[in-house]
């Protein structure tokens, strides 16, 4: 039924759309059911190359001259997904933003490709979650289910590749990553989940050959840095080394830091090397939740080694923000504003009451994720005042978002220009300050997905 209502959908697309064929014109359009925004992005490499406008019944097409042959990425709302273009391509996608991923169906010239990838990349995601059952094997039976899962997915791509003619390289180099990428991060993190598994004080000796496949790894591969499977192996792999580090050298016990020193030697590329750096600085960072502080060395790898001015300043911004707001001294006051345009003062909202306030971005969690995640929050700790503050400027785009309406809308307001607040939110990351009835702040620095959240609110419960 989903290719009829495909066919359909490409003669709609193509008979409304005036299209002179051009051998050296790619064409990329669909339709999104259901849209969060009205708009796709387009990106090559994780930059942002065109905006397409959804129009009538929410469908999009545009006409690339001369695009090179290549991975590409297209983004609606906080979704996204791949999509393989070469020159005289004529893609069209279709989708569901109530099931993103499951939904999408590719039609015209070049979109077999780009099936055969979604199915590989759905088939990848079902088989990694069944595989965690496996982590308690020895190194030799894990090996053995990973040689099984390879075998099945390189007979798929033989018996793809027989009825296509001209599969290029770049395809046939990009299908090999999506194969074994993820089987290999498997091998990456099997000595973490099998000690973990036994409960061994040690890492498991782990035989060279199991290891065999890393002389072809090329840790600076360009060409697939905005590729999912390929850039978390990188990820992975640094991290097996600094925990590796950890359990045969007694001065390296800090994980963070033989991760930031892993990077450094290991990735060349200076673009992937800063985002890294930044990452894991982040990560670190907000692992310390309300010390209001940061590991110094740490914070001097990142500096050394980061030649990313912007990165630099966010990291810089964000361990001052947490100095504004300090545990058992009481919240300054802030203007907010309610999505009716009431002006009020937080101070207002929050006397008497036990209170989280959540500072939030769509630019760091889907609207989706936030509603589920306070609606259930709420419903845990029904003392408890959740009072939701939206961090952006823009906040009109997506109020039309049905997600945004199962927010208690009564609890939810945005920032005013000139409100004490932003002094502690220079860096633009989403953040939860915890106040007890008495006005006073029990925890200055924490966030939503914290997993010492639940322990903290049980404190503030208590109050």
Not at 55 to 79: A, C, D, P, Q, V
Not at 201 to 218: C, G, L, V, W
């Amino acid at each position: 039924m989903k290719y009829v209502i495909s066919s359909i959908l490409t003669l709609f697309l193509f008979s409304c759309n005036t299209i002179k064929k051009d051998s050296l014109s790619t064409y990329f359009g669909g339709q999104i059911i259901n849209p969060r925004t009205n708009f796709v992005l387009l990106l090559k490499n994780d930059i942002v190359i065109d905006t397409l406008t959804l129009k009538e019944n929410n469908r999009f097409i545009e006409e690339y001259k001369n695009l090179s042959e290549g991975l590409y990425t297209f983004k609606h709302g906080n979704e996204f997904q791949y999509i393989y273009l070469e020159p005289n391509d004529s893609i069209l996608v279709r989708l569901n933003t109530w099931d993103f991923d499951e939904s999408i169906v590719y039609t015209g010239r070049g979109s077999s490709k780009n099936e055969f990838l979604i199915n590989l990349f759905l088939q990848n995601e079902k088989e990694e979650k069944e595989m965690f059952k496996y982590f308690n094997l020895n190194e030799f039976n894990f090996q053995f289910k990973i040689d099984s899962l390879a075998k099945e997915r390189e007979q798929i791509y033989n018996e793809f590749s027989k009825n296509k003619e001209n599969i290029t390289k770049g395809f046939q180099q990009l299908t090999s990553t999506a194969i074994h990428y993820p089987l290999y991060r498997l091998k990456e993190i099997y000595p973490y989940y099998h000690k973990k598994v036994h409960q061994l004080e040690q890492f498991p000796n782990i035989s060279a050959n199991f290891y065999r496949f890393r002389k072809d790894i090329n840790l600076n591969e360009a060409n697939f840095l905005s590729f999912y499977p390929y850039r978390n192996y990188v990820v992975n792999y640094l991290f097996n080394l600094s925990y590796q580090q950890k359990e045969k050298d007694s001065t390296k016990t800090d994980v963070t830091i033989n991760l930031l020193n892993a990077i450094v030697e290991n990735i060349k590329l200076e673009e992937f090397k800063n985002t890294l750096l930044k990452s894991i600085v982040v990560e670190d960072f907000l692992k310390s939740e309300s010390t209001c502080s940061i590991n110094k060395e740490t914070l001097k790898i990142f500096l050394d080694n980061c030649t990313d001015e912007t990165y630099i300043t966010q990291v810089k911004n964000l361990v001052n923000d947490s100095k504004f707001v300090l545990n058992k001294e009481p919240l300054q006051d802030f203007k907010i504003e309610s999505y009716d345009t009431s002006n009020l003062n937080i101070q207002d909202i929050i006397k008497d009451r036990n209170t989280v306030i959540y500072f939030w971005s769509t630019d760091y969690m889907s609207l989706e994720y936030l509603t589920k995640r306070i609606n259930y929050l709420e419903k845990r700790h029904p003392k408890i005042l959740f009072v939701g503050i939206n961090m952006q400027p823009n906040s009109r785009v997506f109020t039309s978002d049905p997600d945004f309406n199962l927010f208690n809308l009564k609890n939810q307001f945005k920032l005013t220009k000139d409100s004490y607040a932003h002094n502690y939110l220079t860096s633009n990351y989403p953040r939860t300050i915890m106040v007890n009835s008495n006005g006073i702040i029990t925890n200055g620095f924490t966030y939503l997905d914290s997993q010492k959240f639940s322990s903290e609110i049980n404190k503030l419960e208590k109050n």
